[in-house]
């Protein structure tokens, strides 16, 4: 072999030996260790208030259950073992607890279990979870005493919704909604069950009948790079196959299973009070290629025991949405032509059972704006498939051409459904946001159209939303009288949040205010210049004064989890602070404060990685903050090899971008791939690096990549000025949009010596009809998709990238392809980058092994390029443009 060509193939073999599949890497024994720490408890309280379900979720899956079949299809992801979703979340075990003295008692579980959190019958003397098997997803009733016994010859499906009850706390309750729900009797099921002997999944087809064709015939609109879509008719099939349920009474005492009605592709069913009748929404045919499952046409009708139909009440076509698949603006006047044509055929939102009657139909209907029309016809329900008492709102279909609420009316109709509706109430400045009160006589309306929670929730992050609500109570009672208006809530103002109504489960499963007299009990995470102190007031609706019954001390997190009793002088909280890990407790209000849980620190370790938070400005003044991490045994005046995190967001203006968020009193408890392991490496961490981008929601972001570079140099200035940071050792990453960020901020700037960018998109022209909160097209606006795309700057990556990606993302707008062509494009150009991606992963990470590898990635990525480095290069000399020799 000649000398050069015996040189060559080296070279090619060295090439190759950076391409392909390695083996899963281990970081060190130190984080490891960290990763195999418990995780917290959740609780489930019971209606009672006098027993719980504790679970323990199960963190990391292995590789081998991500493994597992998966069809995506409809924007879904479905195991077609189990007739479930692919890669849902289970609870490891199951401990019911008795309250208040916290006394355990074991449950009777099915070996190697997988298991819902569970959900509790209204009298809270039962409670329903399910097992996912290999061959399927069980249905398991327990009782007070731990017993339990599996309902035969029924299989859950869980293809479209998860079954079991709510999160931690308080908020599990009853539940509604979903493949398992109770009725009101404490007794029966509804369940959505794989219909019996349905026979064999179509098979492959191997050899196609034709091509498969799309065709637009014109007046079509932009809809957002959805995932999973329908491609071709097998696909349709499968899909049907797998969605198809049938509906089922199920006696939890006997375990007798009666089924009823016609099979068919469920997306929900609503029990009435009285248990006799069903909302049923059942998509049909035709599917889309375009559109996600739940925004396929529907029949929405009610149906008795039998499966009769009782009544009819909407047909809907598919649900085209506004502008980029997500609907118009109702708040945005550039929307406002589109929030009108979207309202127009619809009139009717808030399907819902009254849930103190034993089976009345509750809905609203847009009527016509001043100098308008009326919707035509017999309008559709737009938001009919909500579970009630949550108030949705009418938001995207109440507001007429000019931006302003559109009347409306709140509409009953009762059992049998032969009558003519009686309209209860109408406004002339629309019904968005109806929540109902406990006594089911009084709703509360957030008139503002902000939507749900009674309008005491705080404005959505990074929006910088500035409309002021009102929230008025409408007494059903009394039709005639006006709406009293109760309080104001102005976003701009979030440090005076009033808070929002909290609520309970009733009977049925709908949510309700709870009501002590003439008082409700008001909730907020109590934001201010300090930080978030949780708080719960006694609100008085006839004199409209509070009280405070509990506020979060400044030395602990607590937030108030559950009213223990009717008059709220027996809480049940969840507490934590940096030094002491999260746990439930009894509080009685001005009294004793009791531990229910006893969960010990599970991570001792991250008790010597110190935190605070830095605030401080960008130059032109904008209020900005990090949290800071620093390694056990710090010494002051150190400087670090700094590691950047963050995660962009935009605001209208610089009052909302400086408004403090979250709490520096939260216990420490790192799990995945989060950043903050660095710290326990040796690295100061900037976490959670404030980096907003300011200016008008039409226009912010003609100038994304100017602020962002100024928000990592206000950041890495301040950190050099506290002494922790060396200057030429910082790295920047983030996560989605923050990779993305990170993307950009090497093309653009030479602040950092390495990045690391996970699940992003750097190429906006792939995302055309919009991404995050750009409402325009790349055809409106050119200029910035192209600017915004660290793609079209992948010449000017100089500092060494890692692409990490999941191999099945799921998320709208971050195909993997977009990473794949990212490293193409930097190593193209000749710059320093190594993709990795993640067998079965999808836009977060699930698997041990993949959490285990991410991190090794990461630290050795940085350990070479940031801790390690060398002194940075001289500066090239300036060009000179003077031709005068």
């Not at 849902?88 to 008692?105: A, C, N, V, W």
């Not at 003397?125 to 009733?141: D, P, Q, V």
């Not at 731990?146 to 308080?170: C, D, F, M, P, Y």
Request: aromatic share 8%; glycine share 12%; hydrophobic share 35%.
């Amino acid at each position: 072999m000649k000398p050069s060509t015996k040189a060559f193939s080296l070279l090619c073999l060295t090439a190759l030996a950076l391409i392909g599949a390695e083996t899963y890497q281990k970081p060190p024994k130190e984080i490891i260790d960290l990763l195999n720490s418990p995780g917290s408890a959740a609780l489930v309280l019971s209606p009672t208030r006098d027993y719980a379900l504790q679970g323990r979720p199960v963190r990391y899956p292995p590789i081998a259950e991500l493994s597992q079949p998966m069809l995506r299809l409809a924007g879904m992801r479905i195991n077609p073992k189990t007739n479930g979703l692919h890669d849902p979340r289970f609870q490891s075990t199951l401990t019911l607890k008795k309250l208040p003295e916290g006394t355990e008692i074991k449950i009777a579980l099915p070996p190697n279990p997988k298991l819902s959190i569970g959900r509790w019958s209204p009298d809270g003397k039962h409670f329903a979870f399910t097992n996912t098997t290999n061959s399927g997803i069980e249905l398991w009733i327990g009782d007070l005493t731990g017993a339990t016994h599996k309902i035969a010859n029924l299989r859950v499906n869980e293809v479209l919704g998860a079954a079991g009850g709510g999160g931690g706390g308080g908020r599990g309750g009853a539940g509604a909604g979903g493949p398992v729900q109770w009725l009101a009797d404490s007794k029966t099921l509804l369940v959505q069950m794989v219909k019996p002997n349905r026979g064999a999944p179509p098979a492959d087809e191997l050899v196609p009948e034709g091509p498969h064709v799309q065709e637009s015939l014109g007046g079509g609109r932009g809809v957002v790079t959805h995932e999973d879509m329908l491609e071709t008719p097998h696909d349709e099939k499968v899909w049907e196959f797998y969605a198809t349920s049938q509906l089922a009474m199920v006696d939890s005492l006997a375990g007798t299973v009666t089924p009823f009605g016609k099979a068919g592709v469920i997306e929900s069913a609503r029990p009435s009070p009285d248990g006799k009748y069903v909302i049923v929404t059942m998509i049909h045919r035709p599917f889309s290629y375009l559109y996600p499952a739940r925004q396929f046409p529907k029949e929405i009708d009610v149906w008795d025991r039998a499966g009769n139909l009782a009544h009819h009440i909407a047909s809907l076509p598919l649900a085209v949405g506004g502008r980029g698949g997500n609907g118009p603006d109702p708040t945005d006047p550039a929307d406002d032509a589109a929030a009108a044509a979207a309202a127009a055929p619809r009139g009717t939102q808030n399907l819902e059972w009254r849930f103190n009657e034993p089976a009345t139909l509750m809905w609203t209907e847009t009527l016509a704006a001043p100098g308008g029309r009326a919707p035509a016809g017999n309008p559709a329900p737009a938001t009919a498939t909500a579970t009630g008492g949550r108030g949705t709102g009418a938001g995207r279909g109440g507001r007429g051409g000019n931006g302003a609420p559109r009347p409306a009316q709140l509409m009953a109709l009762r059992a049998p459904f032969t009558g003519t509706p009686q309209t209860v109430f109408k406004s002339d400045t629309g019904l968005a946001g109806l929540t109902w009160f406990e006594n089911g006589h009084w709703i509360l309306l957030d008139s503002g159209g902000a939507g749900g929670r009674g309008g005491g929730a705080a404005p959505a992050a990074g929006r910088g939303a500035r409309t002021p609500t009102q929230a008025k109570l409408i007494d059903l009672d009394k039709p005639n009288e006006a709406p009293r208006t109760l309080w104001t809530r102005n976003p701009a103002e979030r440090y005076s949040d009033v808070g929002r109504p909290m609520e309970k489960a009733m009977p049925g499963g709908m949510r309700a205010i709870i009501l002590d007299g003439d008082n409700v009990f008001l909730q907020s995470n109590g934001p201010s210049p300090t930080g978030d102190h949780p708080f719960v007031d006694r609100y008085n609706l006839t004199t409209q004064k509070s009280e405070h019954l509990f506020r979060c001390d400044d030395t602990h997190y607590e937030t108030v989890d559950a009213l223990m009793d009717a008059h709220g002088t027996k809480l049940l909280t969840h507490r934590e602070s940096p030094t002491e890990p999260p746990n439930y407790f009894l509080r009685t209000v001005g009294g004793a404060l009791t531990a229910v849980t006893h969960d010990p620190d599970p991570q001792p370790l991250m008790r010597q990685v110190s935190k605070q938070r830095v605030e401080y400005k960008r130059s032109d003044g904008v209020d900005l903050s990090f949290i800071l991490y620093l390694p056990p045994n710090y010494k002051p005046g150190t400087r670090l090899p700094t590691v950047l995190w963050a995660y962009p967001r935009e605001f209208e203006d610089a009052d909302a971008a400086g408004v403090v968020t979250g709490s520096t009193q939260r216990f420490t408890e790192v799990s995945g791939y989060s950043e903050i392991f660095f710290a326990v490496e040796g690295y100061a961490v900037l976490d959670n690096a404030a980096m907003p981008v300011v200016g008008d929601r039409r226009t912010v972001n003609d100038h994304f990549v100017e602020e962002i570079i100024k928000d990592s140099k206000a950041a890495i200035d301040k950190a050099v000025e506290m002494g922790v940071t060396d200057p030429t050792r910082v790295g920047v990453g983030g996560h989605s949009y923050g990779a993305f960020m990170t993307d950009n901020l090497l093309a653009q700037c030479d602040l950092f010596r390495a990045g690391i960018a996970e699940s992003g998109a750097p190429n906006r022209t792939l995302t055309p009809f919009g991404f995050q909160n750009e409402r325009r097209t790349i055809w409106e606006a050119p200029e910035t998709y192209l600017k915004m795309s660290p793609f079209m700057y992948a010449n000017k990556i100089k500092a060494p990238l890692l692409l990490i990606h999941g191999e099945a993302d799921d998320n709208d707008g971050t195909f993997p392809i977009q990473s794949e062509r990212m490293y193409e494009a930097v190593r193209g150009n000749g710059g320093t980058v190594r993709l990795v991606f993640l067998p079965y992963e999808a836009h977060g990470y699930r698997a041990w092994e993949t959490i285990e590898h991410v991190l090794w990635e990461k630290f050795s990525w940085f350990d070479k390029y940031v801790k390690n480095a060398g002194p940075l290069p001289p500066a090239a000399p300036p060009t000179s443009n003077n031709n005068n020799h």
